[in-house]
């Protein structure tokens, strides 16, 4: 398995500003995504980080809302921009080791827009 | 592209009796299946995973799953449930970029 810890666990916001939540995983690792968790609903994957190049992101997502850094094999960003109570969310990062077909969540970081 | 749907949105049960959440999924090529639980406040954790080896696949805590081809299902079941077997699970497809169900709250009665 893997070590993963999100910072900040929890933020309350105001809309119009910006929060970055760190992922950091206790080894290195070949793949790091990052999801969103709208309230009671699924999990739905923002974009992969990429090590050294920009993030991939999924249909409806953009760099310029979410913009991603990985830079190196252990950590990663991601920065919720010009947030909005629609954005109240929790957002999850994950990590998948070389050869290794399961997938690890981090604890999350439950995001909450006034 | 792939999906999966999870047919009950909840599922009650008694505590000590049979668990069975079900889940299909579509998809274009041979997949990899996983079931993940989500407890209160809590993250996500890997039940088990079906990644083209064995057809039926023992998780933690009990659970197993069955990969159907024919059916394009993957249900899973525990013989008997526990009271802290509540939670919310997910059935999720894919290598990598995982596609998650609405999810099954599971909820279990004394």
Redesign the interface.
């Known amino acids: 398995s893997a070590v993963i810890s999100q910072k900040p666990s929890r933020d309350i916001c105001q809309r119009g500003t910006s929060l970055t939540i760190q992922c950091q995983v206790d080894s290195q690792v070949t793949m790091m995504f990052w999801y969103r968790q709208q309230p009671g609903q699924s999990l739905t994957l923002i974009a992969t980080a990429n090590q050294g190049s920009e993030a991939t992101y999924e249909s409806g997502f953009v760099i310029d809302k979410f913009p991603i850094s990985r830079p190196n094999l252990t950590f990663s960003t991601l920065t919720v921009s010009n947030m909005s109570p629609e954005d109240s969310s929790i957002y999850l990062c994950s990590v998948v080791r070389s050869g290794n077909h399961e997938q690890y969540f981090g604890p999350g970081t439950r995001l909450t827009v006034t | 592209a792939q999906s999966v749907t999870q047919l009950d949105s909840h599922v009650s049960v008694s505590e000590g009796t049979p668990v069975l959440l079900r889940c299909n999924y579509s998809s274009s090529y041979s997949p ?1 299946l ?1 079931w ?1 639980v989500q407890h209160p406040n ?3 954790q ?1 039940l088990l ?1 079906y ?1 083209s080896a064995a057809t039926l696949v023992k998780g933690i805590n009990g659970f197993e799953a069955e990969f159907k081809k024919s059916e394009t299902s993957f249900h899973l079941t525990k013989p008997s449930a526990h009271m802290s077997d509540a939670a919310e699970y ?1 059935c999720v497809v894919g ?9 099954t709250r599971l909820l279990v009665s004394p």
């Open positions: 990899s996983f993940y809590k993250g996500l890997l995973k990644t997910f290598f990598q970029k995982l596609v998650f169900g609405t999810g």
